[in-house]
Nanobody
Framework: QLQLVESGGGLVQPGGSLRLSCTAS????????VGWFRQAPGKEREGVSC????????FSADAVKGRFTISKDNTKKTVYLHMDSLKPEDTAIYYC???????????????????WGQGIQVAHSG
């Protein structure tokens, strides 16, 4: 059974940076596409970024393009989300999710991913 644990969240200054990590146990991530999602209070969960099983392809939502970077280290069974130029609207609980796929779906939809972490809070201090 694949299990995912997020880490690295917290409080960040306006325009600051933060790196989230999603570490797998139970199985390697070699054959899994991994997505990052977020859910702000009172809003639906939205897809943020996705990376293919090999790490060769990435996709990001328009709201974070140019600011967030997703990367994958299969040797460490970890996917990272590096977030720059953070804005108040980035405040949310962030989740990583994995699915047994080679590539990412064209739309980063939550219903496609079967394995989820417990989520981690990212808050903007501004």
């Amino acid at each position: 059974q694949l299990q995912l644990v997020e880490s690295g969240g917290g409080l960040v200054q306006p325009g600051g940076s933060l790196r989230l990590s999603c570490t797998a146990s139970g199985r390697s991530l070699d054959s899994y596409a991994v997505g990052w999602f977020r859910q702000a209070p009172g809003k639906e969960r939205e897809g943020v970024s996705c990376i293919s099983s090999s790490g060769a392809s990435t996709f990001s939502a328009d709201a974070v393009k140019g600011r967030f970077t997703i990367s994958k280290d299969n040797t460490k069974k970890t996917v990272y989300l590096h977030m720059d130029s953070l804005k108040p609207e980035d405040t949310a609980i962030y989740y990583c999710a994995a699915e047994y796929l080679g590539g990412c779906p064209r739309r980063i939809r939550a219903d496609i991913f079967a394995y989820w972490g417990q989520g981690i809070q990212v808050a903007h201090s501004g």
